[in-house]
């Protein structure tokens, strides 16, 4: 079974080729339209993958070895995502299932993040855990199948993503910030600076509280020292990020210990975090859980995660209609 999808819920245009759940290519174009705006531009988003979105399927197909006619099903992101990003891949995708009269597969966004997990060996066996940590959303998942997800706690404002990337502005750092915090953070004391973590009951997240905590612990430091900012940048990015990395894992410690399941993956943007990744690592070698980490390559956005996630779907007979619309919203 070879899958062609096609992943365009934000600001990559991607093409990935899949068979029989082996990925052969993953070909990611990102935008450098944005930078300049601070943050992606949802119709500038739009117009770019209409420009990528052609080369970037040649790519992939080059890349695999096998042409359109060798394809037996084409898979898009559904949803969630920006509207008229989602637009462009699910029109293309369906043009591409009439043409060839091939069936179509939808893709959920968010469930494909989770399932980045079962491209490389080591895959975790069902059930496992996995913490989601992209640009829009933190969520602790339990896979019971690859079709069968459940959300056990989520965040109630900002995303992991966000935090990054709204501390890093505060910083003076370009968009997206999560990368150069992670950077930095690598050269400073995570200690050097303390930011208070918030008290959200069960398995679900807040990250609004710390932005202004930086925010007000900034303003102060730099009416006493206007340089504290440029002077302190390494710590300051390794203590912000050394707070995120434990609301997170402290939530992922609970959802252990109420499921008393050992499996934990993590997925999404943030999951290329090199912080995250050796605390995951560290603390599976601690508490005795295996653990599993995507490949940078699948942890942002990529459409191998929506090929992978597609095969099964293929497996379990979830194919959707060509009147299949995209949505901006993230219901599973
Ligand atoms: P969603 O998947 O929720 O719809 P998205 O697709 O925009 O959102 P992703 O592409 O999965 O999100 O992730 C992008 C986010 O990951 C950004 O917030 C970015 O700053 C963050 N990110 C990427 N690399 C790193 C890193 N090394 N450290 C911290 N954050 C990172
Ligand atoms: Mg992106
Ligand atoms: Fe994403």
């Given amino acids: 079974i070879r899958i062609l999808a096609i992943e365009s819920s934000c600001d990559e245009t991607s093409a990935s080729i899949c068979e029989n759940g082996k990925i052969l290519s993953n070909y990611i174009a990102g935008q450098a339209v944005h930078e300049k705006y601070g943050g992606v531009v949802p119709e500038l988003a739009s117009r770019a993958h209409m420009q990528n979105i052609i080369p970037v399927v040649h790519a992939a197909l080059e890349t695999a070895g096998t042409e359109l006619h060798a394809i037996d099903a084409i898979a898009f ?42 491209i490389e060996d080591p895959k975790p066996e069902f059930p496992f855990l996995c913490l989601t940590v992209s640009g829009g959303h933190t969520q602790i998942v339990l896979a019971h199948s690859p079709l069968h997800l459940e959300v056990l706690g989520e965040t109630i404002d900002d995303a992991a993503g966000e935090a990054f990337d709204k501390t890093a502005k505060l910083l003076g750092l370009p968009y997206p910030g999560g990368p150069l915090v992670d950077k930095y953070a690598q050269q400073g004391d995570a200690k050097a600076f303390t930011f208070a973590e918030p008290q959200i009951p069960d398995l679900n997240f807040s990250f609004s509280g710390l932005k202004t905590s930086v925010l007000y612990f900034l303003q102060a430091q730099t009416k006493a020292n206007p340089q504290f900012v440029q002077e302190n940048l390494v710590n300051l990015c390794a203590s912000v990020q050394h707070t995120i990395i434990n609301i997170l894992m402290k939530k992922v410690k609970k959802a252990v210990q109420q499921t008393g ?50 095969y099964h779907q293929y497996l379990g007979g979830k194919f959707t209609t060509l009147d299949a619309g995209p949505s901006a919203r993230s219901e599973w």
């Fill in 77 to 118: 992101t559904q949803a969630p995502g920006l509207i008229g990003s989602l637009l462009v891949g699910a029109q293309f995708a369906k043009s591409l299932a009439l043409a060839l009269d091939k069936p179509l597969i939808a893709v959920h966004h968010m469930q494909a993040h989770v399932l980045a997990n079962l």
């Fill in 261 to 310: 399941i050992r499996r934990v993956c993590i997925a999404g943007g943030v999951s290329a975090n090199s912080g995250l990744r050796s605390r995951l690592q560290q603390m599976g070698q601690e508490q005795g859980w295996k653990t599993f980490i995507p490949s940078f390559q699948y942890c942002t956005d990529n459409a191998g995660m929506i090929a992978i996630t597609a």
